[in-house]
């Protein structure tokens, strides 16, 4: 499985943007990029995910550099309830019947002040 | 609240208890995840159940024996456990989406149910 490389920890202030940086620079032309959290005592929660392309819904924008070797989780407006473990994952895109396994990296730790 | 239950949320056993944990969703999902999270570490990947058929065993001990018996449930039997077992277990449920293939569709996780064994 391609690795990814997360800060281990970052900090924000509530209603502030937060911009999560992963570099995946072995990433494979089928690899989607994914983004989990795990907020405390609770299992992980999946965030978004794409390809090439910037992704955006609800929770959070995916911004995807161009040559695909890094990506950037953008929180518009950072919350309390936002502390968590943020987890950037590469998943293989496989039509051949086997299974893209979710392997989860050490993650971010985002704390957020008041 | 997540649609993925686990149940029970605590449980202690001992090493020769045998104890089972259960996973259940409603969502029509065909693929089912069992993962283990020691403290302060990432989950790591257990089983994989695809339409109730084991098709990942990421080398796990056969003190754990996972079962599918259909669609929406999925169960851990635990024997033999070790003291090093103690860890919060998560199920996981995901769509399967053409081809056999699920590789895109979000798993919903449950949250866990921590086990200590003494």
């Known amino acids: 499985d391609a690795k990814t490389t997360q800060p281990n920890s970052m900090e924000s202030n509530e209603e502030e943007p937060v911009h999560l940086p992963c570099n995946h620079s072995?990433?494979?032309?089928?690899?989607?990029i994914h983004w989990y959290r795990q907020l405390p005592s609770q299992g992980p929660e999946y965030v978004i995910h794409?390809?090439?392309s910037n992704v955006n819904n609800r929770m959070a924008s995916l911004a995807i550099a161009e040559d695909r070797k890094s990506s950037t989780l953008i929180l518009h407006r950072a919350t309390l309830r936002d502390a968590a473990v943020y987890y950037c994952?590469?998943?293989?895109?496989?039509?051949?019947?086997?299974?893209?396994?979710?392997?989860f990296g050490k993650g971010t730790k985002l704390s957020v002040k008041p | 609240d997540t649609e993925v239950t686990q149940t029970p949320k605590h449980l202690v056993m001992g090493m020769t208890n045998k104890k089972s944990l259960k996973c259940e969703q409603h969502m029509g999902h065909r693929a089912m995840y069992w993962y283990k999270q020691k403290a302060k570490k990432p989950p790591e990947l257990m089983f994989v159940y695809s339409y109730e058929k084991l098709s990942i065993n990421e080398s796990v001990p056969s003190r754990f024996s996972p079962e599918c018996p259909n669609s929406s449930l999925l169960n851990l039997h635990l024997h033999a456990l070790q003291p090093e077992d103690s860890a919060l277990y998560l199920c996981a449920s995901s769509q399967v989406r053409g081809a056999g293939s699920f590789n895109n569709s979000p798993l919903h996780f449950g949250n866990g149910t921590r086990l200590t064994v003494t």
């Open positions: 072995t990433i494979s032309g089928t690899d989607y």
């Open positions: 994952i590469l998943r293989d895109v496989d039509y051949g019947g086997s299974q893209g396994n979710l392997i």
């Open positions: 794409g390809l090439t």
